[in-house]
């Protein structure tokens, strides 16, 4: 009997990891169908991203999910398409009565996710790091009057503020500035020649841009002028006869420092001509019914962003972005772990949406759609787990977990980790503040517990350095694509992982809940 039950145990031990590269191999052959040059790098609304979300529904549909709305598996969002001509459009500082013209992609660049004004004419002042967040001892607005004004202020970020909120109070500053009467914003990086950022952004100033089509979604509605100012030029441009010198200013913000906040002597005059352009893209959702009388009409959404940055400038010859890893892993993922759960015959008690956004390239716009107009009641939205670009690229070992300080959804996630036999971290970067940059950032602002999942890597090893080259090399470059070392196993165990977790939340007794000293629990309705 002892040396049967040992074969049983070598017999299991030898088929579990043939069984996990089977599914990582059926994973790996949906993201070679999603990330292939005829995807043209799925851009948003294009012909392409239709055809990946056709085979994404049928795969959920072969899987034994459920339509979640009613136009089936597909839930259409329409979006426009925004150009700016800059032969019909301008800026201008105007000091003393006298006009200076100022040269798109050297001085400024006008930001144009916003519906942009025709001509707006505007006193400017400096509101500091632009942040209203009196709960941390830092308040840059309460002593200026906004009233029809343009506020301009430094993109960094004084000490003592956690990161995930820094980053939401600047995903929400114009809303902020909005509701204190301002029409406009300038944005500028601390003094440096040449400033990087603005250099960045001046590169691709030309690029259309897409916004929400419903203007109620928008979180730049109602800002008649965004700008970046290059930030090398911004003592000529805006500081010359302030009280405080630019270069002074730069270097309280390069320390952390608080910031003077004050009315500049100039004001700006800009002339925008913009082009909305309508297009239509596509959400994909199928449902897995729950099977608990009490709990199977609240779900638990799994989201995974369908769309990447389609065909752009060509690098050695190729100009097709392919986003095998941003996001077709991701999307790979949703589909197989529905397979796997029909041919496990899983009964979950909660009701499980998988989701796949789109637009989440052009600002979380597809999940923010969504979660704004979900397939079911918002009220009865449990939860939201994320993956975006879960990187199998170097062994699973840990699994990265941001979002673990704000909830009890920590929890679900410790035990997942324990069931996988792997060690649960929250982000070793916590100033990439990943929480608030991909769709469970839609979700949250709706009061949503939320999670976004990754393989995860210790500071300055070896797996963290592989995670850099790829960043730096691959990372919307056309290197992310179907040539790449991916590690199978790696893959397998983080779908293991995610299933147990997936699992957990499904089937806790209580709903999840943020906890009392979040700053997202403000959000929670």
Known sequence: ???????????????????????????????????????????????????????????????????????????????????????????????????????????????????????????????????????????????????????????????????????????????????????????????????????????????????????????????????????????????????????????????????????????????????????VSQNVVGLLPGTDPKLKDEYVVLTAHLDHVGVGRPENGDSIFNGAMDNASGTALLMDVARVMKEQGTKLKRSVLFTAVTGEEKGLLGSRYFAAHPTVPVKQIAADLNTDMFLPIIPFTKLMVNGLEESDLADDARRAGAAAGVEVITDPEPEENRFVRSDQYSFILRGIPALSLKVGFGRDTPEHKAVLDFRANRYHHVGDDLKQHVDMQAAAGFQRAYIALVTEVANRATRPAYLKDSFFKRFEK
Do not use: C
């Not at 503020?161 to 914003?185: E, Y």
């Open 1 to 279: 009997m002892r040396f049967a039950h040992a074969a049983l145990i070598g017999m299991l031990a030898f088929a579990a990891p043939v069984v996990a590269n089977a599914q990582a191999e059926r994973w790996w052959g949906d993201i070679k169908a999603l990330a292939d040059d005829s995807m043209r790098g799925r851009n948003t609304g294009s012909p392409e991203h239709k055809k990946a979300a056709d085979y994404i529904a049928a795969a959920f549909k072969a899987a034994g999910l459920k339509p979640a709305g009613v136009g089936g598996y597909i839930q259409p969002v329409a979006f426009v398409v925004r150009t700016l001509d800059e032969s019909k459009s301008s800026l201008a500082i105007v000091r003393g009565g006298k006009e200076q013209k100022l040269m798109l992609g050297e001085d400024a660049t006008f930001t144009y996710r916003a519906q942009l004004a025709p001509k707006v004419d505007a006193t400017i002042v400096f509101a500091g790091y632009g942040l209203d967040l009196p709960e941390f001892g830092h308040d840059d607005l309460s002593k200026l009057d906004l009233k029809g004004k343009v506020v301009a202020f430094i993109a960094g970020a004084p000490k003592g503020i956690p990161g995930p909120v820094l980053s939401h109070s600047r995903n929400a500053a114009w809303k902020t500035f909005q509701a204190k009467g301002a029409v406009g914003m300038i944005t500028f990086s601390a003094a440096r020649a040449p400033d990087s950022t603005f250099v960045r952004a001046a590169r691709n100033r030309g690029a259309p841009t897409m916004a929400l089509a419903e203007h109620a979604l928008d979180p730049q509605g109602g800002n008649t002028l965004s700008v970046q100012v290059n930030g090398a030029r911004a003592e000529a441009l805006l500081f010359a006869g302030a009280p405080v010198r630019f270069a002074d200013l730069s270097t309280k913000a390069d320390s952390g420092l608080p910031l003077p906040t004050f009315e500049l002597s100039v004001h700006i005059r800009s002339t925008a001509k913009l082009t909305d352009t309508p297009i």
